[in-house]
């Protein structure tokens, strides 16, 4: 990799313009993989140019970025089509490559020109590769990297209103539980970006599709054979629940015996960290204020039980707010 | 790094064509238990339907890690994304029960610091030296060039194979500089949480602010992290690292892990390979047997510890120095038949270490699979790490009183220099409070350390009242020096006594956390309450 840095003066906007036609090189050429040799020389080209992009948007170490050369990059790489030739291209590409090609894409998702995001627009105009790479989760070589290059892209909010509200948010229940952890987190970690990034988009989301939603993540995740699955679902669904942009889904969520059923048995997960999370989501049951007669009927049937189990619940760690809570749980349980 | 692509069949080629390794427990079979730490376990196992090639399975208990398992997945992610033939790379990772196997290459000859404690606790032959720290720069090389930061390299996370070949591992505190958002946007979710970006616009993107790594092997500007963390520090601890290899331990690890600490911030540790050479009189080591080593050698290790991090090589410049130039390929042959031929094989450490870990506290356990002595604090922080599979390199604590006190001289460190101390005092707080949540117990030993650094900081300000007092005369220096010893030791078995009772407390405390948790288990199996049903 030496002398990379130091060939002939290129401007930015020449590199993206080699970096476009190399890729449609790769793209035609796309059927034999290895032997060619000038496909080789091709890719290895390549290779070259999206270093030099990635060292162009985050400096290398010697020096900074410079705004003036990102500028003229990005509105080279936006003004063709060479994001969805990346892109597809991805897979062909190697290891390092396809990395620093992740890294590019993710840069170039904040880059301003005249202070407008142009990936947004480019993207708006090109929702189908969202499409591409939210499907790359069914394919284990590129889905970490398709994942991180999706992550970047729902920054925008247009994005993530497109993703939200197409049937790959279906998908994810499924990815979530994939047998390999890399990319089941890694599709969890995107599920919850979506879900927790743009906040008004996120409540319009969760309102309009409560049902099926809640009916989906009760039973395949909450209800998850998979530890990993249902310790993390429980943890984020009291993130959701408790952040304040939801509180119309919250209260919602809280006034269903169903619900509830669901959570008073997480309570007694054999895992202590789901137990603790569980109590999290539990505890909104019991504050509510306005209980409905099923939920009330629920609590007051199980309320020695449920005293009982909380006499004796603690966590390892010293946590003021955790016993209020606690202690305010008892409370209203009591009373009822 | 271009010569070495081609001989191990360059790794991002063959990438895609790698063998698939099964994503269920029942593929594999246990053979035996090669390690244990506090939460996890590591098996030698046979992969049976890829014709049972043998690997290693870390199985980390979820439940009992104190990592959330974002941190887990940002490890397991960084990994997954690492080729580079010195640098342990997972296979893959799946969950069985609440628990997660990492599968991995099987190194059949463990770590260094594994292999340094059965069979060489005076260190290694210098040729073997080079061969294993060569190829742990070309790792770094690797790494760097990444733009990821190791920050925790040691002998401890150096695995070599049984031909000798080594693989870098444990990831658990590397950082990317490509994972932190540029200045302009600031909430940024990627995987990066740990390490909170910059505060001042100033750094550059390749600071890290938070703390990480291990003690004796971090570098001063880790320790100061106003600086925040640049590669550098990883050349810093390589240079730590080739020490610990010729000399068989770290330098200053005959000091509790804080004291070595606070001595790098207040001092400028100078540090040569010849240990015996060094300031005072080396005559009383004499004892000892002395060690040989290469000018390549000593000069290699001075340039990577030298105070500014900007004066350090590069691991690439570094790996064309001439201590490496002198590597050759039957130096490996060496390495086997000498080094690795000499010592148990990794199941047999680990059933010896079943003993070893039984006799008295403080002793130096030597084996990769200490005994869940939960008691120690540090060892709980280390065991959250997925990709090495050696679990007591903390085991370093070696008890100062076992050792005649010329070990101390023979430590090569010392002189103090006053130049930098002002504005040390709120850093060296800080880093130490850090150091402390570090160490899961902090709820505990909280007041007892801020004891301790009162404690300290009365020590210090003696030091540096003597420091002042002596004007800028150069004759006198000796008796200074030793006068500064003397308070450094009274400082040390200060630290030493309140460690012990800290210690204590947290052996009550758990105790009584036990009884309660026993309780609370009562109370819970008391109380199935049947979920609403009826």
Known sequence: MKGLFKSKPRTPADVVRQTRELLIFLDLHSGSRGGDAKREEKMAELSKN???????LYGNGESEPVTEACVQLTQEFFRENTLRLLIICLPKLNLETRKDATQVVANLQRQQVSSKIVASEYLEANKDLLDTLISGYENMDIALHYGSMLRECIRHQSIARYVLESDHMKKFFDYIQLPNFDIASDASATFKELLTRHKATVAEFLSKNYDWFFSEFNTRLLSSTNYITKRQAIKFLGDMLLDRSNSTVMMRYVSSKDNLMILMNLLRDSSKNIQIEAFHVFKLFAANKNK??????????????????????????????????????????SAL | MA??????????????????????????????KIGSGVSAVVYKAACVPLGSAVVAIKAIDLERSRANLDEVWREAKAMALLSHRNVLRAHCSFTVGSHLWVVMPFMAAGSLHSILSHGFPDGLPEQCIAVVLRDTLRALCYLHEQGRIHRDIKAGNILVDSDGSVKLADFGVSASIYETA??????????????????????????????????YWMAPEVIHSHVGYGIKADIWSFGITALELAHGRPPLSHLPPSKSMLMRITSRVRLEVDASSSSSEGSSSAARKKKKFSKAFKDMVSSCLCQEPAKRPSAEKLLRHPFFKGCRSRDYDYLVRNVLDAVPTVEERCRDSTQLCGCARGARCVSPCRHASSGSNVVAAKNRRISGWNFNEESFELDPTDKPPEQQQQQPCFPFHHDNDDDMVEHEQEQRRRQDGNDGSSDVAVPHLVTILGSLEMQRDMVMQVLEGDGGGGGETAGREEMLVGYVRELEK????????????????????????ERACENHTDSSHTSGSR
């Open chain 1, 292 to 333: 409905p007669t099923e939920v009330v009927n629920i609590l007051v049937t199980n309320r020695s039980k449920l005293l009982r189990f909380f006499a004796g619940f603690k966590i390892d760690k010293e946590d003021e707010q955790f016993e209020a809570d606690k202690e305010q749980v008892i409370k209203e349980i």
């Open chain 1, 50 to 56: 999206i270093r030099e992009l990635k060292s162009i």
């Open chain 2, 182 to 215: 540029p200045s302009t946007s600031s909430a940024f979710s990627g995987p990066i949480n740990h390490a909170p970006p910059p505060s001042g616009a100033a750094l550059s993107s390749s600071c890290f602010n938070d703390m990480a790594g291990t003690p």
């Open chain 2, 494 to 517: 200060r630290v030493q006594e309140l460690s012990t009772e800290v210690e204590e407390e947290m052996a009550r405390n758990a105790h009584l956390q036990e009884l309660l948790h």
């Open chain 2, 3 to 32: 010569a070495a692509a081609g001989s191990v069949g360059g790794d991002d080629h063959h990438h895609h064509q790698q063998a698939r390794y099964p994503l269920d427990a029942g593929s594999y079979r246990l053979l035996c």
